[in-house]
């Protein structure tokens, strides 16, 4: 698939993608760093280190508000420069993101502008939020989840927002790695599934 919109998620076993109490200061909630240690492996050859660059190439970040804000704004970049869409419900005035982030209040007009700004390369999704809202509409074409494991047992969910309609995958993708195995998934459309 040319210029996927592709969600990027480190998430624990039981469906976890940060600790309890995230917040500013705590980023990643209590204990939820621990789903980040497959990135000690980032600058590796192997299956972690591949992942990452992958990551890193592509065009443009599509990103929930409430990860824009805790990742502190990304300061206006989050690599090399590419656009960064920070889906959200409202926009207060005066409220002008930095740098190559823009806010975007309809998920359609985000996902378009994100492909059109890729310029032909993967989106990267990151946030919960923001996955469940392009799920929701349709629009999240694959998964790539770092699934550790670990059992949280509490947090943040990736998938608890979604709505009573099932959705399928296909697994297109699996790296095992130190830590961490890198599951890619094809979202099927609904007329694939009928």
């Known amino acids: 698939m040319e210029n996927p919109i592709r969600l990027y998620m ?4 039981d469906g976890f993608v940060a600790g309890p109490d995230d917040r500013p200061g705590q980023e990643l909630g209590r204990a939820g760093g621990r789903l980040f240690r497959w990135l000690d492996d980032r600058e590796s050859d192997g299956p972690s280190g591949q992942v990452y660059r992958e990551a890193l190439a592509t065009g443009a970040v599509i990103s929930g508000r409430r990860t824009f804000e805790l990742a502190g704004r990304w300061q206006g970049d989050h690599h090399d420069g590419v656009p960064i869409l920070v889906l959200t419900h409202r926009v207060d005035d005066g409220d002008v993101p930095p ?12 996902a378009r502008q994100a492909r059109a700004a890729a310029g032909g390369r993967p989106v990267m999704v990151h946030g919960a939020g923001a996955a469940q809202a392009l799920l929701r509409a349709g629009l999240m074409d694959e998964m790539e989840i770092h699934l550790v494991p670990v ?4 947090g943040r969910r990736l998938f608890d927002h979604l709505g009573a309609d099932h959705i399928e995958l296909d697994l297109v993708r699996r790296l095992a790695d130190r830590d961490v195995t890198h599951l890619r998934y094809r979202v099927r459309r609904p007329e694939e599934t009928a």
């Open 99 to 110: 740098g190559h982030a823009r806010f975007v209040t309809d998920v359609e007009e985000c």
């Open 151 to 154: 059992l949280l047992g509490e």
């Open 10 to 13: 480190s998430m624990s076993l």
